[in-house]
């Protein structure tokens, strides 16, 4: 059984702070990993796709690392942010190509106080 | 910016009664897709969809589920007679095939929040 983990479950910063979360998935039949983050009622938006083991990937204060040999990836944000405040979720890419199922964890829900 | 749209938001039923959720994907995408998350769990897959077909799904989707693409636009997933255990966020997601040097992003709705009492 294919399983994606997350840690923590939830996290609660400051503004300002800096964070980090971390997603460990099967290091093997590796195809690719999606970061999205989701805000409640709407939809889940993709942040990052990785796919090269040490793919670095960056979008303004958020960045993602890949170790595809050892199963996990990082997601940075830095400067925390109210609007920041989401769930963030992974999700490993699997099966017939790149059009495959994602099987996701079970996220990182981000509370970012002012 | 196009987008996934699904309807209704929200849907309550009684057990055993039939639901049509819809979907309607980003135009000119291929392939399509069904997950949900009940309450707590993670994410789901539930079923693929290419080329007026299925092309991959779990175990949850028995015989009580069925997807079509009725019109060319709408994308749909109905189950025929729903259990307590069926009540959760069902979310479609869409796929265009980009070129071979692109990874395919799935692009996600907002989801229909199924409440079966």
């Known amino acids: 059984i294919l399983n994606v983990e997350q840690s923590p479950q939830s996290l609660h910063v400051q503004e300002g702070d800096s964070t980090n979360f971390t997603c460990s998935f099967p290091s093997s039949n590796f195809y690719a990993l999606h970061w999205y983050r989701w805000e409640t009622a709407k939809s889940p938006e993709a942040l990052f796709v990785m796919t090269l083991n040490g793919d670095e990937k960056k979008k303004g204060r958020i960045s993602a690392t890949l170790n595809t040999k050892e199963g996990y990836s990082y997601l940075y944000i830095k400067g925390s942010q109210p609007e920041d405040s989401a769930t963030y979720l992974c999700a490993f890419g699997h099966g017939s190509g790149n059009t495959g199922k994602l099987i996701f964890g079970q996220g990182t829900t981000l509370q970012v106080k002012p | ?117």
């Not at chain 2, 069904?34 to 994410?43: A, E, H, P, S």
């Not at chain 2, 994308?75 to 255990?85: A, N, P």
């Not at chain 2, 009540?87 to 799935?106: D, H, K, P, R, W």
């Open chain 2, 1 to 117: 910016e196009p987008e996934v749209t699904q309807t209704p938001s929200h849907q309550v039923t009684q057990m055993g009664q039939e639901v049509i959720l819809r979907c309607v994907p980003i135009s000119n995408h291929l392939y399509f897709y069904w997950y949900r998350q009940i309450l707590g769990q993670k994410v789901e897959f539930l079923v693929s969809f290419y080329n007026n077909e299925i092309s991959e799904k779990s175990e949850i989707f028995d015989d009580q589920f069925s997807v079509e693409r009725p019109d060319g636009s709408n994308f749909t997933l109905k189950i025929r007679s729903t259990k307590l255990e069926d009540s959760a966020m069902y979310f479609c997601a869409t796929l265009i095939l980009a070129g071979v040097s692109s990874y395919n992003e799935q692009f996600f709705g907002p989801g229909t929040r199924l409440t079966v009492l």
